[in-house]
């Protein structure tokens, strides 16, 4: 990222404190003076070079323009921060002209630098947990390699076996780039019954894969949704349409690690949940950083659900995604 470009505005007719005001600007801004040599030249004191670059501020003599590699709407990022406790949130801004894959790409370049920045603060020995989706897919392809982190990666839920997006896939991925082993977990995400769970469950290769996942320091997962246009589990011909009917007849609205939930962010009532092999929504709630990388208008429902839940603490989406969370949440709990 290029530093901030600071211009100090004037024009024909500027009053004489508008000059000294501009001047201020330029030697602090431009020329790189510190307040106190600001002073020393101006016959001043150090305050009142404080109190001037205030009032340029604040009348419009200075302006500022930040060049980002990815524009984004940071007003929306402390919006969400703010409302829903968030550790960061990273939005990205979107233009017109927009087509789905580019968004989807761009929103991806986003999540992966927050990743790399959280990767570079990691402890020997941390661990990285990932799920699916096609965001993570996104941020994953991003994620420039770096073999000398040497990190370790771990599928937080069972596989698929039908998209690009399946989780052992994008774990081996981000093995490959970080310069670590991938840890498989040796079972499918959904059984038909959960007496079936609960016989691959005991097996111990997948007892240890479950507790390793609930080790990691971070994890990347995406939101699904039960929209039948952005079911990642219908694309992957483990439920049907009248399987996703079903789930919102018992108010389900999104997934996340292969679990469903409804609009408060709670699992009770969805007998699904037994069946799927991962760890659980409350395991994610315990790990450190969980990143969540979602956008489109058919996840707002699961997006909101999720933050509601609190099974993420930092959220990638983009500006029309985010503005569409944030109204709906003030129409369904109007501030009073």
Same mark, same amino acid.
């Given at each position: 990222?290029?530093?901030? +470009? ?54 419009? $003599?200075?302006?500022? @323009?930040? +060049? ?83 990190? &370790? /990666? ?8 039908? %998209? ?11 093995? $490959? ?11 499918? /995400? ?16 997948? +007892? ?11 994890? $990347? ?5 039960? &929209? ?15 399987? %996703?009917? @079903? ?29 799927? $092999? ?59």
């Amino acid at each position: 990222m290029q530093p901030p +470009h600071f211009t100090a505005l004037g024009n024909n007719h500027m009053s004489e404190r508008e000059d000294l005001l501009a001047t201020v600007a330029s030697l602090y801004y431009k020329l790189h003076l510190s307040q106190s040599d600001i002073a020393d030249r101006l016959g001043v004191s150090s305050s009142k070079i404080s109190r001037l670059l205030k009032e340029a501020w604040e009348r419009g $003599i200075i302006e500022v @323009q930040v +060049h980002a590699p990815i524009p984004r709407d940071f007003a929306a990022e402390q919006e969400l921060i703010a409302r829903f406790g968030l550790r960061d949130a990273y939005v990205l801004e979107t233009s017109a002209d927009s087509d789905e894959a580019s968004l989807l790409a761009a929103m991806g370049r986003l999540a992966a630098t927050y990743l790399q920045r959280a990767i570079a603060a990691f402890a020997p020995g941390a661990m990285l947990g990932v799920a699916w989706g096609t965001g993570v897919h996104a941020t994953v392809s991003a994620l420039p390699n770096n073999l000398a982190h040497k990190i &370790d /990666v771990v599928q937080l839920l069972g596989g698929v076996g039908a %998209l690009v997006v399946d989780s052992p896939d994008l774990s081996r991925m981000v093995a $490959i780039k970080l310069g670590g082993r991938h840890h498989d977990l040796h079972a499918p /995400v959904i059984v038909e019954k959960p007496s079936v769970r609960e016989i691959f469950m005991s097996e111990p290769a997948v +007892h240890e894969g479950i507790r390793r996942a609930r080790s990691v320091q971070l994890a $990347i997962t995406g939101i699904g949704a039960v &929209d039948e246009n952005a079911s990642s589990f219908l694309r992957a011909g483990l439920l049907t349409r009248n399987d %996703l009917t @079903q789930l919102r007849a018992v108010g389900a609205v999104g997934e996340m690690v292969g679990r469903f939930f409804d609009r408060a962010g709670c699992t009770d009532g969805i007998d699904i949940n037994q069946r799927i $092999i991962g760890i659980e929504l409350d395991d994610l709630r315990k790990i450190p950083q969980v990143l969540a990388v979602a956008r489109g208008n058919a996840k707002v429902t699961s997006i909101l659900g999720a933050l509601r839940g609190k099974y993420l603490n930092v959220l990638a989406t983009d500006d029309t995604t985010a503005r569409a969370v944030l109204t709906l949440d003030l129409v369904q709990n109007p501030p009073y």
